[in-house]
């Protein structure tokens, strides 16, 4: 998911590299979409897509910065059930390397709702980039040692309320 006011298919060049990199790492692309910089419908896309067993993971760009329009962080609160902090300080780290103290802006965020995980990564190219070549496709690859997110997949829903109400 992109989150823009101004960005079309045609002119989304993050969220290209996105989908871009993805693919030729060997992953499924469930859906795409463009979403304006407001938390009702960057929060409603998400939670459908949380909801659809066909998705695994969402990754959006966009809305991470701390002007007035960008939301994304706020919709990420709305549904997030677990936060993985450590994703936006690594990325923020490894940001840093390349464009010093303005890593600083970037309110990267990262965590699991409903068996679901949810990367909120900025709206440049670069940031893309970054954060999928040096932190997402080492993550989302089951081969990755020591460990990886995939391999945590299976038990992401483990302890939900609706889990132990099936039992």
């Known amino acids: 998911m992109t989150v823009s006011d101004t960005r079309t298919l045609e002119t989304d060049t993050s969220g290209q ?5 993805l693919e030729q790492a060997g992953h499924v692309l469930a859906d795409r979409t463009i979403v304006r910089d407001d938390v009702g419908q960057i ?6 897509w949380i909801k659809d067993p066909q998705v ?8 991470t910065g701390v002007t007035g329009r960008d939301v ?3 919709a990420f609160d709305r549904v997030l059930e677990k936060r993985i902090e450590g994703f936006g300080e690594l990325f923020r780290m490894l940001s840093y390397r390349k464009i010093g103290t303005s890593t600083i802006q970037s309110r990267a965020i990262a965590g699991v709702a ?10 440049s190219t670069g940031a893309v980039k ?4 040096d932190i997402l496709v080492f993550q989302l690859d089951s081969r990755h040692r ?4 995939v391999e945590l997949m299976p038990r992401l829903r483990e302890g939900l309320k609706e889990d132990h109400d099936h039992d």
Request: overall charge negative; hydrophobic content about 30%; aromatic content about 10%.
């Open 72 to 74: 994304t962080p706020e």
């Open 114 to 123: 409903d068996g679901t995980y949810l990367f909120a990564l900025p709206g």
């Open 130 to 133: 970054d954060g999928w070549d």
């Open 17 to 21: 590299a996105l989908v871009s990199r």
């Open 146 to 149: 020591p460990c990886n997110f």
């Open 43 to 48: 929060t409603e896309q998400l939670t459908r």
């Open 56 to 63: 695994d993971v969402v990754i959006t760009n966009g809305g």
